[in-house]
């Protein structure tokens, strides 16, 4: 009996994915009928809302139509997501038949003595370098890899869930270099682009520290008594891996030209982002040469390749449908005109409060507002010309606004359920055991972001 009730709550979680994402539109929905319409008047060139310009408008909720049309605009309007994603992974699909990555993550494996501890300081530490730039998208078709090369090592799949999720949370927030969120707060406020990075490199060693702390207790928990893990203690009968990795290849030298093409693919693509101004068609399109490469070196059958490459989409579909109808959220907030009068809202709460407590609204306003809006980008657009005045008239400088905009923007990517669900998804978690994981996480990087935005406005940060 009581083994019984322990697999039973063991076995509890959320509904699917797709099911969690149509109750937020629910909400979604009811809230154009709620909330009063309103909207801001915008540049016509840059998108910038004009602060002192808001207008209510007619009521527009959204219809019975509209609710599951919106399902088909969150495809359309994420196309360029699901493309890449789809594209290369058909690519990784070929790469992986040739077994360059069993043999190459053996070898890998084989050099670090089997210390898993070793890969997943690694690979924390290489994804949170990408983050850093912003290089988030792209890096979908790979959590399959890291999942599965953590399975391998004998972790349960949360620790490489954790490794991808965690990393990529603190190298984004700390906003060093992240051009859709820092670059463009900063250059809607007229601050240099990048200007105060010094700052930001130390909360990047803040978050990193907090961060790696909590992901490498919980795998010294696991090995040292499965019971810990929260996938269960039968987690390396149970689970399965996203990919296979074929034991007892030799890594040799067909194999080790393929890995450095495809390392240096990888690298290409960073580096053609921050220096060509890449987006994700170009991205995509840079995996081909190496797969065709791939495929005249082992010989492989051409008609097979494309069987190959059809397979490594079709695993991925239901994956990238989350993407999109995750942006159907935005898509209702849009079509029931609701956004803009909820930022309204708040701008006129700010007003006449202290810096320490306007900074503390602002925040946990970006953060909460994250669950609605995932888009750095778009946020900043509306809320910067809102957020500058404002900043003015209490004596706070800019350069501190962008920093709370960043902190509060960055953390909750990768943990609430509307922007979370679609990289959980690919990495094949379910949402109740990654909020049981990574909300004690994410309470410690929040409270540490304000506690460095009040130090930074203490000793005026900025403006640079």
Known sequence: MGNTLEKKKRGFSLPHVYIVILILMLIITAMTYIIPAGTYARDAVTGAVDPDNFTYIDQTPVGFLQFFTSLHQGIVESSNIIGSVLLISGCIQIINMTGAFSAGIQALIQKTNGKGIIMVVLFFTLFVGLGVIGYLDALYPFYPIIISLFITLGYDKMVGTAVILLSTAVGFTCGMVNPYTTGVAQTLVGLPMYSGIGFRAVGLVVFYVIALFFLLRYCIQIKKDP???????????????PMEFEKGLVFDGKRVVLIVLF?????????GSLQWKWGLPEIAAIYF???IIGVILFRINPSQACVEFGKGMAGTI???MVIGFSRAVSVL?????????IIHAVSGVLEGKSPVITLLIIFLFVTGFNFFVASGSGKAVVMMPILQPLGQVLGINQQVLVLAYQYGDGFTNTFWPTAALL?????????????KFAWKVYAC???SGFILIVIANAIGYGPF
């Open 227 to 241: 019971k810990n893990s929260i996938m269960g203690e039968n987690y390396l009968e149970e689970q399965t891996a």
């Open 263 to 271: 390392l240096a693919t990888v690298l290409l693509t960073v580096v």
């Open 423 to 435: 990289q959980l998804s690919l990495c094949g978690m379910d949402y109740g055991r990654w909020f």
């Open 289 to 291: 040469p190496v797969t």
């Open 445 to 447: 990087l929040i409270a």
């Open 333 to 341: 907030l849009t079509e029931g005109n609701i956004t803009d009068t």
């Open 318 to 320: 239901a994956p990238t």
